[in-house]
Every structure is written in C-alpha cells, then in structure tokens.
C-alpha cells in the first residue's frame, strides 16, 4: 500500500544544514503518520521525529529538539526533515516510515510497517 523514498542525504560539515526529503506513493484516501528515524552503525535505529496526517502535528526526540524540523506536503505526498546545527552524533542513515493514522505520537520502530530504504548522512567535524 506504501513506498517511501528517501532522498537528500550527503556529506555536511558540522554547524551546518540539510534537507531530507521521504516521497511517498500512498493511497489519496489513506491516512498515514510519518516518521522519520536513523540508525549509526553498531546502534539500534532510534526515533528522530513524527508527523500526524490531520494538522500535521510534530513530536520530536530530546537530542534533535529545537535544530531538526519535520513537515509535510499531503498534496505532493511528501515528508521533509530540515536538519540544522548538524552535529556529528547525527551521522547515520536516515529512514522514513509509515503507518495508518492514529491518536498519538508514534516513537517506535515497531510502530511502523512501511519502510524506505534509507539515506546517508554523514557529518564531518
């Protein structure tokens, strides 16, 4: 029912910015939670941040509050994460996932059923 797509990663230096785009190929009658997640090597995937349907409300984890934003386009059938400040800790490859619309802030892994294949972010001190 859902294929996402990643797309915007690359090399950055640190203090800086980059954009991260998620298409998604979904049904125009679905209604899906976007989040986005990222996994170093050697650690498990971790939650970044979400995105409901409706109002498009946003929820974030403590380690990217107030540098990561995440938005969403319904009509374009896309999901944006605009990294700023970028630290090296935030090096990973970076995932969009999608799930049915519900009534919380999903922040788990196992939340989500639908999976892109991911995109490199690489942050140089």
């Known amino acids: 029912q859902v294929q996402l797509v990643e797309s915007g990663g690359g090399l950055v230096q640190a203090g800086g910015s980059l954009r991260l785009s998620c298409a998604a190929s979904?049904?125009?009658?679905?209604?899906?939670?976007i989040g986005w997640f990222r996994q170093a090597p050697g650690k498990d995937r971790e939650f970044v941040a979400v995105i409901t349907w409706g109002r498009s409300g946003t929820f974030y984890a403590d380690h990217v509050k107030g540098r990561f934003i995440i938005s969403r386009d319904n009509d374009k059938r896309e999901v944006y994460l605009q990294m700023n400040n970028l630290k090296p800790d935030d090096a990973a490859v970076y995932y969009c996932?999608?799930?049915?619309?519900?009534?919380?802030?999903?922040?788990?892994?196992?939340?989500?059923?639908?999976w892109g294949q991911g995109t490199q972010v690489t942050v140089s001190a």
């Open positions: 996932a999608a799930r049915h619309a519900g009534s919380e802030f999903y922040t788990s892994t196992r939340d989500y059923n639908f």
């Open positions: 979904v049904d125009p009658f679905s209604r899906y939670t």
